[in-house]
């Protein structure tokens, strides 16, 4: 079945540096990845989508990555603040099913 | 009033009563979703409704039975839920299937 793995760990990030976080996938390749971003006590809130004849997206400090060889999709922030601490959820498509499956969500913390 | 309106948010109830989660879209959407989100767990997909037809039931136990009357609402009748079944409740809406889906909220549910 698919999967998709982020690391349970928080990040922490010092402010201005770059956040990247990581998320893998099971078997063959999805369609597409979506990113999304929850914060505390809020539901998620879609940020970035790439399709799978896609290496890279950008949305302002936002960037996107997918590598169908490494099965992985990295998401990057750079110039980070402390407003961009949050959960982080990566989902992909089942089986080019409109259903999502999703990731645990790894949580950034961005540091004064 | 714009988004995806939860209401309430936050429930407290016993196991034996009965009370309804709603969900209001304010987006236009074709596409309404039900979520269970349980602490550091993955999004559980529970019900989906495509232009007020459920397309989607996975396997979610009969205490729990959704009601779509119309494009922007979204009901999840709740009864004799158990304590396994406290949770963040997560309404979500998308312009079609396959669309990024635009979340409200949520109910945080917790059974006595």
């Known amino acids: 079945s698919q999967k998709i793995e982020q690391n349970s760990e928080a990040l922490n990030i010092q402010e201005g540096k770059t956040a990247t976080l990581t998320c893998n996938y099971t078997n063959y390749s999805p369609a597409y990845l979506q990113w999304y971003r929850q914060d505390p006590g809020r539901g998620p809130v879609f940020l970035l989508l790439i399709r799978e004849n896609e290496k890279e997206k950008r949305k302002e400090r936002l960037k996107v990555t997918f590598d169908t060889t490494l099965k992985q999709s990295l998401f990057h922030i750079t110039a980070s603040q402390p407003a961009d601490s949050a959960t982080y959820l990566c989902?992909?498509?089942?089986?080019?099913?409109?259903?999502?499956?999703w990731g645990a969500g790894t949580k950034l913390i961005i540091k004064p | 009033e714009t988004g995806v309106t939860q209401t309430p948010r936050h429930l407290v109830m016993g196991m034996t009563n009965k009370k309804s989660l709603k969900c209001e879209q304010h987006?236009?959407?074709?596409?309404m979703y039900w979520y269970k989100q349980s602490a550091k767990k993955p999004l559980e997909l529970m019900f989906v409704y495509s232009l007020e037809e459920r397309v989607e039931n996975n396997s979610v136990p009969s205490r729990f039975s959704p009601e779509c009357p119309n494009s922007s609402h979204l009901f999840l009748h709740l009864h004799t839920l158990q304590p396994e079944d406290s949770a963040l409740y997560l309404c979500?809406?998308?312009?079609?299937?396959?669309?990024?889906?635009?979340f409200g909220d949520g109910t945080r549910l917790s059974i006595l």
């Open positions: 987006l236009g959407h074709n596409a």
């Open positions: 979500a809406s998308s312009q079609d299937l396959y669309q990024p889906q635009h």
């Open positions: 989902a992909r498509d089942m089986d080019s099913n409109y259903q999502l499956i």
